[in-house]
């Protein structure tokens, strides 16, 4: 599984899981700081990538209809770096990237 951090969650996790041979791309990486919600899916999808994110904007823009090679969601008690780190590497064990198309999973 490929992951794209937005530039809401922390760096630490983008190192934690990069230590652990799982690819990773952050806002920074991808040139995206400043750019809207669209261009980070529009990324995302076209590098076939979740996003990990913490921002809502970005399950309205999935509920308009517009594809996406899934979301991960760290709702406003997700607050544990670990926890963060250790919710996505059982992601990536568990799940085929196929099975995250247009899929929305809520830590």
């Known amino acids: 599984m490929k992951f794209h951090l937005d530039e809401h969650i922390n760096p630490a996790v983008a190192e934690a899981l990069t230590r652990r041979g ?34 809502s904007d970005f399950l309205a823009i999935a509920a308009s209809g517009v594809p996406h090679a899934g979301i991960v969601f760290c709702g406003p008690h997700c607050k544990s770096i670990r926890n963060i780190i250790e919710s996505l590497l059982l992601i990536d064990a568990c799940l085929d990237p196929s099975a995250m198309q247009n899929h929305i999973e809520y830590l």
Do not use: E, F, Q
């Open 22 to 55: 799982i690819d990773v791309t952050t806002t920074r990486d991808a040139r995206l700081g400043g750019k809207p919600d669209l261009a980070h899916i529009t990324y995302a999808r076209k590098n076939k990538r979740v996003i990990v994110t913490s921002d």
